[in-house]
């Protein structure tokens, strides 16, 4: 049985940082690919990172230069860093996980098979 659990979450005011991560079990990091998506109340849940079985990266604009997706083989585990945290960061973070048939897709939610419960990033000004 696939499972992610995602851990990390918490309170933090802006310019803040924040390690999220997303250990797999039943299913290897590795050898698929991982995004993490995020989604604010009253918002579409959007793509802000994603890392292909290959190790190729894409970030959404909102984020690049702040987040860093990375994955510890070993650990079966995706890592999201996220620096200089904004107010505009905050909503619920989940990771997903899918092998993707086409990678300009990987913002699609709809693309993914497999995700975790989520975690609650809150920035504060």
């Known amino acids: 049985q696939v499972q992610l659990v995602e851990s990390g979450g918490g309170s933090v005011q802006a310019g803040g940082s924040l390690r999220l991560s997303c250990a797999a079990s039943?299913?290897?990091?590795?050898?698929?690919?991982i995004a993490w998506f995020r989604q604010a109340p009253g918002k579409e849940r959007e793509g802000v990172a994603f890392?292909?079985?290959?190790?190729?990266?894409f970030y959404s604009d909102s984020v690049k230069g702040r987040f860093t997706i990375s994955r510890d083989d070993s650990e079966n585990t995706a890592y999201l860093r996220m620096n200089s945290l904004e107010p505009r960061d905050t909503g619920m973070y989940y990771c997903?996980?899918?092998?993707?048939?086409?990678?300009?897709?990987?913002?699609?939610?709809?693309?993914?098979?497999?995700w975790g419960q989520g975690t609650q990033v809150t920035v504060s000004s």
């Open positions: 997903a996980a899918t092998r993707l048939s086409f990678l300009r897709r990987w913002a699609q939610t709809s693309q993914y098979n497999y």
């Open positions: 039943g299913y290897a990091v590795s050898a698929n690919d």
């Open positions: 890392i292909s079985a290959g190790g190729a990266t």
